[in-house]
């Protein structure tokens, strides 16, 4: 399941979701789609579907991001309301990175 560095929720119903190229595009398509129809948790607990989904990622995760914005879409689950894309530099490197960051809605 997601981490909480890769998932936090700052705001209620709000989710903002980092993916990376670390785990395959299904897990982060799965993991969204969970976010936006409620889960079961495996104690039982029931997790209310998220109003709002942000799917960033960065450099070679943006295609991983874009996949899983549009499975949200193709299924009818949520609205891609925003796309923004920036150029943060990043302090590992000193060069910038691309990033894109996707605001979905939920249906």
Same mark, same amino acid.
């Given at each position: 399941?997601?981490?909480?560095?890769?998932?936090?929720?700052?705001? !209620?119903?709000?989710v903002?979701?980092?993916?990376?190229t670390k785990k !395959?595009?299904?897990?982060?398509?799965? %993991?969204?789609k969970?976010f936006?129809t409620?889960?079961?948790?495996? %104690?039982?607990?029931?997790?209310?579907?998220?109003?709002?989904?942000?799917?960033?990622g960065l450099?070679?995760?943006?295609n991983?991001?874009?996949?899983?914005?549009?499975?949200?879409?193709?299924?009818?689950?949520?609205?891609i309301?925003?796309v923004?894309?920036?150029? !943060?530099?990043?302090?590992?490197?000193?060069?910038?990175? !691309?990033?894109?960051?996707?605001k979905?809605?939920?249906?």
């Open positions: 399941s997601m981490t909480a560095e890769e998932t936090a929720e700052t705001t !209620p119903g709000v903002d979701m980092k993916v990376t !395959p595009i299904g897990f982060y398509v799965r %993991s969204a969970s936006l409620g889960v079961e948790t495996e %104690s039982g607990e029931k997790k209310e579907p998220v109003c709002e989904l942000n799917i960033s450099g070679d995760a943006i991983v991001a874009v996949a899983a914005a549009a499975a949200l879409e193709t299924e009818g689950l949520g609205t309301q925003k923004e894309t920036s150029y !943060p530099e990043m302090a590992s490197s000193n060069r910038g990175c !691309p990033r894109i960051c996707i979905v809605w939920h249906k």
